[in-house]
């Protein structure tokens, strides 16, 4: 059994990335077993701002439910347990439609850091192009772990990739972690695209050695934005 | 009599397009009689977002009230009469100035699907001129069963018509997709915006396949969002 | 001494502009006297949102307060009082920083309107240049009777008249009609600065007739927004 | 020890800037000690929308905590200490990142006042670049007195400074005017980005007596505005 303080956690961060926009009726968030690191925690099919935590369920790495009790699981459930597999030091992953990334994934642009709060965008931010490993005539879903794979694959060592006609995906090393990085990804986007028409170009983003030493920095604060989100998110309930 | 289901459902539908942001004191939102498909159900003249149930009145395909009791109609009722009356498979409607579309039916340039959550759009947007219909001096509206046959004539088999200096018509198979298309119509077309600045025009959209793929798997999942939009219209109010 | 009636709306429609975000700390929102016409009625000076039936105040077509009791005035009050005496059939005067206007009254684009709802802008929108009246050093408020009827001028017979670099005025028949006006030409100037993007240039308006004749239709309907819209503002205290 | 008064407007402060999306989970505000003008008050490390009296910590204006009590103090403070010590009639200092201030900061458009709210903007905006201070290869922090004596260096004589990659800082004579101030230059950036845009670079911004006179006039109305956004960020919690 994952721990309470892990759910609570992981409920928490399923209504704070509904309250500030990341997900809508879609997406979801994830969270590795604390116990049992070939296992991983996700909620039910549903939307996450409606998340309790009678909704989360366990996968293993193949991403068979260990305990579904009639309750379905998401059918893009392999982009988490295929993440879990490739990348042993992620403990969390986010996939969103979060909405200022779609235009990024539709363009030649590439998502660069304008500021310290998503400096971890530094590393560069792939895109994952569906038809490359899928075809022309999916979905577009990642819809077994064949697909799950080719996305992990593209997102290397990246903390974010974007995938084309569809959403991201963001990992991190905590459930802090990723939650913020969810929130700094949409918010750069919408900067960067904004930046980008006003100086008609001429951005000047964080440098690879900036980029690096704000993200170590940041590490250390994580708590200071969850407890507002937390106590946002409760406030709207 | 209609069952208290279905205008329970009409009701939340008035809600949830006023809480999204999809209708303000204008639009409306109808649905096909479950029981007579000649038939349809539809608010009196009033800001959706107050809607009751008390409300809700009976149509013909004419646009005529069955149980008008005092209640004024809708002048424009005649967008939903004659849609049903040339689409027969066509359960639900939506007419709204929805911000986002509005320059899009104002300027050349095409709605197109830019994530799957809006695949809907991949079967082509019609643009309806009214001036074609009603001349260059109406008042803009969709006053008789005239230029609502000729708005039905332009969606033809579509899912969206943008109205050039009004809004759009959306239709949909139930109450759920009408409003999951309303809503996403909205995004896509705020997003598309977005890209097209961002990307000088260069956007990768959902190919024709991918369209009808990803628009034949959202209609598994409508459920998901309806729960959670009609939560956020409950707790508003 | 006012109605309560009349009286009431004017409250209601402080708290409305605020909710809507057409004012913030600053803006004012006056109608005439309904029994002498030589007569207006508008708050103290203090931010819309906050006013209350104690803090309505009248002046005389010259902006003196009548019943100051202690209550400061704006010091722009010569806006109201000058158009009320240039504009006998004008019976509510709404100014406003109202944020998308602020840059079309700073560049040469001329605010059109895009949708029926707007369709007042349809007469021609002036910009009033403060430098022609009161040259090039003031601090930019209408502080005087002289400023106040410079604006009128400009004014002429339209609907709304851009301030550059500080605001507009909106005026109605009606205190329902100028809280629609001023809620949709800050509608109209967001989704026109869109288009113009959107379509790089290319905006098919409304033509002088459809502008006409839909400002007429819309006489007809200022009750259903007004009811959604003093809901909302009463359900956000 | 401080009075009451001043530590409640400074909890205000917080809020205020919280709910007007100022700030979000990071940046701060601070006062200088009405009684020791060689002291400062400044919340302990946490989100500024969580502030309550007892988390309000007293510096000198080498940035050391006077009564620290085992909270932890901002690693930036150093902003605060070195504007203090170099400005004496600055009474209070906010750090952010202010959305719409960003993009500005990147690149190379300076910020001007679009209106008579933003008419401090007039004296000029520099722009700190901290590879000028502190090398390519910083975490962009503040985190030392010399990196915020080079900052207040940079600000100079003006109100508001940007920091690239980073946020802004935005000095004033009290509480009241930095929190103004504060707002009213991210509404300016949002604004005067749209206008680029919509003018094609043709800006219309306040002459520098304009702005000089509009800053002496907006000098005595600080308390309208601020009674309102206490009243909104009270709403909230």
Do not use: C
Request: aromatic fraction near 6%; proline fraction near 5%; charged fraction near 25%.
């Amino acid at each position: 059994m994952a721990s309470s303080a892990l759910i609570d956690d992981l409920v928490a961060a399923n209504r704070i990335l509904d309250q500030q926009g990341i997900v809508d009726g879609f997406g979801h968030v994830s969270v590795r077993h604390h116990a049992d690191l070939a296992r991983f925690l996700l909620a039910r099919s549903m939307a996450p701002g409606l998340v309790t935590a009678d909704d989360i369920m366990e996968f293993d790495l193949d991403g068979n439910p260990l305990d579904p009790r009639g309750r379905a699981a998401y059918v893009e459930r392999f982009i988490h347990s295929e993440i879990y597999k490739a990348r042993p030091e992620v403990m969390a992953v986010v996939h969103s439609h979060s909405p200022s990334i779609i235009p990024f994934g539709a363009t030649p642009v590439p998502l660069r850091p304008i500021y310290h709060m998503s400096s971890f965008l530094g590393a560069g931010v792939p895109v994952f192009e569906i038809r490359d490993a899928g075809g022309p005539a999916t979905d577009m879903l990642i819809r077994n772990p064949e697909l799950g794979a080719a996305l992990a694959r593209r997102l290397g060592s990246a903390a974010v990739a974007l995938m084309r006609g569809h959403g991201d995906v963001v990992v991190g090393g905590s459930i802090q972690e990723v939650v913020f990085r969810a929130i700094y990804t949409e918010i750069n986007a919408k900067l960067q695209a904004e930046a980008l028409r006003l100086g008609e170009g001429r951005v000047n983003y964080l440098n690879a050695e900036e980029a690096a030493n704000a993200t170590e920095t940041n590490r250390r604060v994580f708590a200071r934005p969850w407890d507002l989100w937390k106590r946002q998110a409760a406030d709207r309930r």
